[in-house]
């Protein structure tokens, strides 16, 4: 290893000339094998990013570990979704696809559950303006639990066991240039009341390198159903279909220092794997971005993004009605009836694999017409832009200056008609009054304003001190609407003309301003102090709370830049090697106007009438998230291995809980109050082992593993109180003081020696939704232009209730986990719920998510660069201990902004196989 001084120049002002010495290791070799095989240094201290401090810094300087993943990581990935490119690229969180149906809601976790109230999405951030990331179900949808007879009631509200859509997952892809990612702790200080849950950052590209540059790529390929959770063999005959998928991408980029653009445009359809395209998908995806040096002092940057997106979605869950999964996997067909060839009515076999050809060929008939008659359909359309202003007056001061909106709107539909409910035998025949459409659209529009200035001193190589501070604005405005007719005659498209019409409305809105400062001092080149502080006011905050303050302190040691460490470096024995501690705190705001005392104006005898609303709470405040972390980065042996450790101790402090009011209020309802205590703690390691890396050759594994334990700490007093689930008599995820947040509370039954039923234990912990151990993996390898990627995640320590086996168990049919002596003068069709215990799995699962295979043809002398033809296969293999799919857990989540803990699988469609062929060329 060679040990020699890069110099940075600060200034070009002759009268203010000083350096910034930073000592750097080179293996000349590795940089020329570099030039052939691509391969990203496992830790480079001095690669500049943006979310550890608002404002550029280098990530030797930080306390706080920031991941950052490049357009090459995850441009040979065939998803397009940001939660699925993220998936296996993250080493420290854990994301799960919990519906396989398009536009469906994720789960994102990091370092546990910090909240029993607000979901655990991070906060996300395009080109420096924050976007909806809004994760689980919105708060009035078509989405429903039942039928009912009345034209909207509260059988027809959103039970969270639907494939509710998540904002995250229309954000536009294209044009991408990196991605920031900070789970948490006192890196996320700095954006205040609204950062608990970690920031995700994403950075379009604003020009080229100097010369045009452009690319095309096309993807096509097959989507089949993932059908090793199916407990009938003839479930994908019934509904399942093969899909097929095509994706075409322009990119262009070009420009130079002065000036630069890039513009990437695409657009992806996918017929869905469910018969008669139940779950179609199309999305157009556009996006322009520039960069235009005015002056020396003066720089400007824009993003535009445009996003259109269109799908269906097949029932599933507890929707009511008729649902597929629920038919087949549920056993629910022993409800239905049918004819027979001697005109003689029966009900269907709950086994469907036990049935004899004709009456197969009737449900297959009976499915097929159902599924062809449902017209669920969601269409989104979103616009994005950011508009950046840099100015320079002074080489070691610069202000940045950033305004941007985002604007959302989905527009939910779902018609059902008179013909589609007497085909499900939900209706007599000759029915003509009974149809119904269904709307629910959600329009959201936010503007994000940042200001910052910095200022960096230098002073020979010993001292350096850089100063950030500044103001940020954002305001959400969140408006739904629900208008819904039923005796509808078929044929309708929409609800005119209707019966009966109902309409419901929605509206939040809140601002936040707040002000923040960080300063980092260096001393040698090695050690750097943080200090750090957020004041926030936020609209949703009580009358008596006020300003809020979010401190941090950190500390980053370059240990292996010390004269003493310089013998282990120069043998290349040690690499680098960064201590890093700090302590810091976030929060997440209440939901706009809970601290509003309220009354309701309803319709009685078609008069208005008032009654009690809001009970308020003047000294309602956000959640506050108190982070402390110790660790260290490492690498060692000229890279060939590295090693990240980091311990953390997480206390959501002021936690919201939803509680009682006072009988003698007069008033039956709750309200949001700061009550809780709820704690996470654990490791997180990363381990990164190249053993080749050659000229020709490459094979690289990187591999992380995170623990986590949480437990509520306190509820202020307050009874255990559900966040998900259903009844007590069935499964809840529930929230009680010395548990983990969302644990499943159901019925437990306990035998005898014998085999016999000895009691019935009501409400007993059937065990944590959250997992204690999670990570992911990437391995790569390669020789020359030839590139072999798989990817990976796994899980260990929670459970799972299949609500698909305790049903088909209600519907007469026999489980293997249950003793036949158990059910001894019990009826098994009224007894079901006694055994809710038995139908709990550990959901320990390895999920292979990705691999592929690809090859490049490097062109000289042509129009085209090269070409890049890869072949992927996504969700090839999955291996659990549960007899569901663990993932499949739709949201959980009651209500738009409420938490999802996962950990009950309801006839719920999991994530299909994806084969694709991907041909790239560069130009």
């Given amino acids: ?192 009341s609204d950062a608990a849950n970690g920031v995700i950052q994403i950075f379009t590209k604003k020009g080229g390198n100097g010369r045009f ?16 959770f199916y407990h009938f063999r003839r479930t994908k005959d019934l509904l399942n279909q093969t899909g097929y998928i095509q994706q075409y991408r322009l990119n262009f980029d070009g420009g130079n220092e002065r000036f630069g653009y890039s513009l990437g445009a695409g657009m992806s359809s996918n017929t869905g794997i469910v018969i008669h395209d139940g779950n179609m998908n199309k999305k157009y995806d556009f996006r322009f971005g520039s960069h235009l040096k005015v002056n020396n002092l003066l720089e400007y940057e824009n993003s535009f993004g445009l996003t259109f997106s269109d799908f269906r979605r097949s029932r599933n869950g507890n929707q009511g009605l008729y649902t597929g999964l629920w038919t087949t996997e549920c056993s629910a067909a022993v409800d239905l009836r049918y004819i027979d060839d001697n005109g003689i009515t029966h009900n269907f076999n709950p086994d469907i694999d036990a049935m004899g050809n004709a009456e197969y060929l009737q449900l297959k008939n009976f499915i097929d017409k159902a599924e062809s008659l449902q017209n669920d359909r969601e269409n989104v359309k979103r616009f994005q832009t950011s508009h950046t202003l840099f100015f ?82 954002f305001n959400t405005h969140d408006h739904q ?56 006011y936020n609209t949703a ?31 290349g024995v040690l690499g680098t090697f960064r201590l890093l501690a700090n ?55 000229h890279n060939l291995l590295n090693l990240g450790f980091t311990y953390y101790y997480v206390r959501t402090k002021d936690a919201i809980f939803s509680i009682p009011t006072l009988p003698s209020s007069g008033q039956a309802s709750t309200y949001l109050a700061n009550v809780g205590d709820i704690k996470n703690s654990g490791i997180e390691l990363t381990l990164g082992i190249t053993p080749v890396h050659t000229r020709d050759w490459l094979l690289d594994l990187r591999a992380s593993l995170n623990t986590n334990d949480n437990i509520v700490l306190s509820t202020g007093g307050q009874v255990p109180f559900s966040i998900g689930g259903f009844s007590t008599n069935t499964i809840q995820n529930t929230v009680k003081e010395g548990k983990p947040v969302g644990y499943l509370l159901g019925n437990e039954a306990v035998l005898n020696a014998d085999g016999t039923l000895k009691e019935m234990r009501e409400l007993a912990d ?40 305790q049903f088909r168990f209600r519907k007469g049919l026999i489980d293997s986990e249950i003793p036949i002596s158990a059910l001894q003068g019990l009826d098994q069709g009224t007894a079901w719920l006694y055994f809710t215990n038995y139908f709990v799995d550990k959901a320990d699962f390895l999920k292979i998510r990705n691999i592929s295979i690809d090859y490049t043809w490097k062109l000289l002398h042509l129009p085209v660069k090269s070409i890049n033809v890869s072949l992927n296969v996504r969700n090839p293999f999955c291996m659990t201990t549960s007899t569901v799919d663990p993932e499949a857990t739709l949201s959980g989540a009651l209500s738009q902004g409420a938490v999802a803990t996962s950990g009950i699988n309801y006839a719920t469609y999991s994530s299909p196989k994806e084969y694709l062929l991907n041909v790239k060329l560069d130009f």
């Avoid at 690319?215 to 090793?228: E, K, M, P």
């Fill in 1 to 192: 290893m060679l040990l020699f001084p890069v110099l940075q120049l600060h200034t070009s002002n002759k009268k203010n000339l000083h350096f910034e010495i930073i000592k750097r290791k080179i293996d000349p070799i590795i940089i020329e094998k570099n030039d052939s095989i691509n391969f990203k240094p496992p830790v480079d201290l001095n690669e500049v990013v943006v979310t550890g401090q608002g404002n550029s810094i280098t990530r030797r300087r930080l306390s706080s570990r920031v991941t950052s993943i490049n357009a090459d990581d995850f441009a040979g990935l065939s998803n397009n979704r940001l939660d699925e490119m993220l998936q296996t690229s993250v080493p420290n969180v854990q994301i799960n696809m919990t519906n396989g149906q398009p536009g469906s809601t994720s789960q994102i976790k990091s370092r546990g559950l910090s909240s029993a109230f607000s979901n655990s999405t991070p906060i996300v951030y395009v080109d420096g303006v924050r976007v909806d990331n809004m994760n689980t179900g919105a708060t009035l949808g078509f989405s429903r639990n039942g039928y009912s007879a009345e034209p909207y009631s509260t059988a027809d509200l959103p039970m969270g066991q639907t494939a509710a859509s998540g904002a995250i997952s229309d954000i536009p892809l294209e044009n991408i240039d990196h991605i920031e990612y900070v789970s948490g702790g006192a890196a996320t200080t700095l954006y205040g």
């Fill in 541 to 571: 905050f009580g009358d008596n709370v006020g300003w809020q303050f979010y401190p941090k302190v950190g500390l980053s040691y370059i240990l292996s830049e010390e004269k003493f460490m310089q013998h282990w470096v120069q043998s």
């Fill in 766 to 805: 059937l065990g944590s939704t959250i997992p204690k151990l999670y990570g992911n993996l990437l391995l790569t390898a390669a020789y020359r232009d030839l590139r072999l990627n798989v990817s990976g995640d796994y899980q260990a320590g929670s459970y799972v209730h299949s609500f698909d086996r």
């Fill in 392 to 473: 320079t007056p002074l080489a070691s001061l610069s202000f940045k200056g950033t305004f941007g909106l985002d604007y959302r709107a989905s527009t939910n539909k779902e018609i059902i008609t008179n013909e589609y409910l007497i085909r499900t035998q939900v209706k007599p025949e000759g029915t003509s009054d009974a149809g119904r459409v269904f709307n629910a659209d959600r329009n959201y529009f936010g503007i994000t304003v940042d200001l910052n200035g910095q200022y960096k001193l230098y002073h020979d190589d010993w001292f350096s001190n850089i100063l950030t501070a500044g103001f940020q604005y």
């Fill in 213 to 228: 540059n452009g690319s095309f790529s096309t993807q096509i390929g097959l989507a089949a159903a993932t059908s090793q």
């Fill in 481 to 536: 609407t629900a208008y819904n007719g039923t005796n509808v005659a078929d044929g309708m498209k929409v609800m005119s003309g209707a019966g009966i019409i109902y309409a419901d409305e929605w509206l939040s809105y809140l601002n936040n301003y707040g002000f923040y400062t960080q300063n980092n001092v260096g001393f040698l080149n090695r050690y750097y102090l943080d200090l750090g502080m957020r004041v926030d």
């Fill in 583 to 637: 302590y810091g705190v976030a929060g997440s705001f209440p939901p706009a106007f809970a601290y509003q005392k309220t009354i309701n104006i309803t319709s009685f005898q078609g008069y208005q009438a008032a009654n009690f609303g809001n009970y308020g709470n003047s000294n309602l405040g956000p959640e506050k998230k108190h982070s402390f972390e110790i660790g260290f980065d490492a690498t060692f042996f």
